[in-house]
């Protein structure tokens, strides 16, 4: 394995923390999913073809870490809360803390399908093609999916405001 390789993945590893944030929502699991998608990637370095895109390749070890650990958590039947929503219960930022746990608690409410799509393209930024890539779905697929997305995350922020009221 090369140094450049793994210069490389280092470099990606702020964009790959930030989608895994955005689909576990929790800042512990994201880092253990980041690792673990590293440690896979530099085993596994010879799988990865020069001259393709690493991010893409990168996003897919990230998406099916988490997969993994979505599906070994539901057999293990345990259930975590997230220790970041009292993290600043009656300090300035409550307010902004208080929009972001909504927004986060929307998102959780989202099929899994949806919160992958968001990661990638609304939180990340990537481009519609790179995504559906990285997801290994069709870009219309993609396309009608973050529509959907958007949809029912606008809705559950409304349902929250107009109940607030």
């Not at 690792?35 to 070890?61: H, K, N």
């Not at 220790?83 to 009656?90: A, I, M, P, R, Y």
């Not at 790179?130 to 997801?135: D, I, K, R, S, W």
Request: no cysteine.
């Amino acid at each position: 394995m090369s140094n450049s390789l793994e210069n490389d993945i280092a470099a990606l590893l702020p964009r790959l923390r930030r989608f895994a944030r955005s689909i576990t929502f929790h800042r512990e699991d994201a880092d253990d999913v980041v690792q673990i998608a590293v440690e896979r990637a530099l085993t596994r370095s010879a799988q990865w073809e020069p001259g393709t895109r690493l991010d893409s390749w990168m996003f897919r070890i990230v998406k099916n870490a988490w997969i993994d650990e979505v599906r070994a958590r539901a057999r293990r039947d345990q259930l975590f809360a997230p220790e970041e929503e009292g993290e600043h219960v009656g300090d300035d930022r409550a307010e902004a803390q208080q929009q972001r746990m909504a927004i986060e608690q929307a998102l959780r409410r989202l099929s899994e399908e949806h919160r992958m799509v968001i990661g990638l393209v609304l939180v990340d930024g990537m481009p519609y093609k790179e995504a559906a890539e990285v997801l290994e779905i069709p870009m219309g697929t993609l396309t009608s999916r973050l529509a959907r997305a958007r949809e029912a995350l606008q809705a559950l922020l409304s349902d929250r405001t107009r109940n607030k009221e």
